[in-house]
């Protein structure tokens, strides 16, 4: 089976840094997907790992450990426009990307 | 430039109406799929398509059909629509493989009443 888990909320401060988990159970693993989405707007790509590591994109970091099926989306010196849920996703392999529920981030001033 | 996109925007219909939702990418995708989300679920697969002529069920296809007859299309018909099928759908297309990076349109919102 497939099973995705992230917290459901999270408030952080303006100017802060949040750490977003995901932890994920597969039949198969191709990469992990972050994806950003607005209240009322389509989710869009945020970042891709397919190996272990960190990968840097500006303020945005995502983190992989394929043996713990760990993953996290690191967001620094946050501003408002941050605000938005966060969904984690995995390519098993040859089928469709298994999408998270979702996090929603709050950034309060 | 190159785009995704969906149409009608918003829909109300009623029960037991035939209600079809248009997807449009003009990527040259072969891979097109379609989710709907809900509060609490997150999104689900509903069906999904790798190329012409080829179709698969989701997660959640009961009342749902595709059908793909050309490279940019994959329209989304509800045979008789009921009101658990209120949501927000999605239109994604991804390049590569079934675990590739997708392209989300911008959404369908359908109320069933």
């Known amino acids: 089976g497939q099973n995705i888990d992230q917290p459901t909320e999270m408030t952080a401060t303006e100017g802060a840094i949040v750490q977003i988990n995901c932890t994920y159970q597969?039949?198969?693993?191709?990469?992990l997907f972050w994806y950003q989405q607005h209240a009322g707007e389509a989710p869009t790509f945020l970042s891709y790992?397919?190996?272990?590591g960190l990968e840097e994109k500006g303020r945005f970091s995502s983190f992989l450990s394929r043996s713990k099926g760990y993953s996290y989306l690191l967001l620094k010196e946050l501003q408002m426009k941050d605000s938005a849920s966060y969904l984690c996703?995995?390519?098993?392999?040859?089928?469709?990307?298994?999408f998270g529920k979702g996090t929603r981030l709050s950034v309060i001033a | 430039d190159a785009e995704i996109t969906q149409s009608p925007r918003h829909k109300i219909t009623e029960t037991g109406r035939q209600v079809t939702l248009a997807c449009h990418q003009t990527?040259?995708?072969?891979?097109m799929f379609w989710y709907r989300q809900d509060l609490g679920h997150g999104l689900r697969l509903i069906h999904y398509?790798?190329?012409?002529?080829?179709?698969n069920k989701g997660e959640v296809s009961d009342g749902y059909s595709v059908s793909r007859s050309n490279t940019e299309d994959l329209p989304l018909t509800l045979e008789s629509a009921a009101s658990s099928q209120t949501s927000v759908y999605f239109c994604?297309?991804?390049?590569?493989?079934?675990?590739?990076?997708?392209?989300f349109g911008p959404g369908t919102r359908l109320t069933v009443l």
């Open positions: 398509s790798y190329g012409v002529h080829d179709t």
């Open positions: 790992n397919v190996l272990d």
């Open positions: 990527w040259n995708h072969n891979n």
């Open positions: 994604a297309s991804s390049p590569r493989g079934g675990s590739d990076t997708q392209y």
């Open positions: 996703a995995v390519g098993p392999g040859n089928t469709p990307l298994v």
């Open positions: 597969t039949s198969g693993f191709n990469g």
